[in-house]
Nanobody, 125 residues
Framework: VQLQASGGGLVQAGGSLRLSCAAS?????????MGWFRQAPGKERTFVAA????????YYADSVKGRFTISKDNAKNTVHLQMNNLKPEDTAVYYC??????????????????WGQGTQVTVSS
C-alpha cells in the first residue's frame, strides 16, 4: 500500500490544522487500520491516533484526546486528522501509517510496516 500524507503547516497556539492520508494500491479489508504517529526532533516516534475500519471508531493518545479527531472517507480510502486547540508541544513531523488488520496494541509503532512521507506541523507560542 502507498500512503500519501498532506496538510501540515505552521499555526499559532490555539489554532487548527487538518491532516489527510490517502491510501492506494491495496484492497481494504473490513478490519483495516490507519493512523498517525508523530516524531519531534531527538525523540521517538509516538502514537497520536488510529482509526478502526470495522467499528468506525477512532482511538487517541491521552495527550490529544478532546482536541484531535480522526475520521475516514470510504470513497477515497482516506483518513483525516482534525487537530484543534494546537499546542507548541504538538510540534513534530506527523507520519501516516496503515496495517491490514487491527491489533490490540494499535499504539505500538512496531506494529506498522507501511509509512507515508512525514508532514511537518509547527505550532508557535
Amino acid at each position: 500500500v502507498q500512503l500519501q500524507a498532506s496538510g501540515g503547516g505552521l499555526v499559532q497556539a490555539g489554532g487548527s490544522l487538518r491532516l489527510s492520508c490517502a491510501a492506494s494500491g491495496e484492497t481494504f479489508s473490513s478490519n483495516y487500520a490507519m493512523g498517525w504517529f508523530r516524531q519531534a526532533p531527538g525523540k521517538e516516534r509516538t502514537f497520536v491516533a488510529a482509526f478502526r475500519w470495522s467499528l468506525n471508531r477512532g482511538y487517541y493518545a491521552d495527550s490529544v484526546k478532546g482536541r484531535f479527531t480522526i475520521s475516514k472517507d470510504n470513497a477515497k480510502n482516506t483518513v483525516h486528522l482534525q487537530m484543534n486547540n494546537l499546542k507548541p508541544e504538538d510540534t513534530a513531523v506527523y507520519y501516516c501509517t496503515a496495517r491490514p488488520r487491527w491489533v490490540l496494541d494499535y499504539n505500538n509503532v512496531r506494529q506498522y510496516d507501511n509509512w507515508g512521507q512525514g508532514t511537518q506541523v509547527t505550532v508557535s507560542s
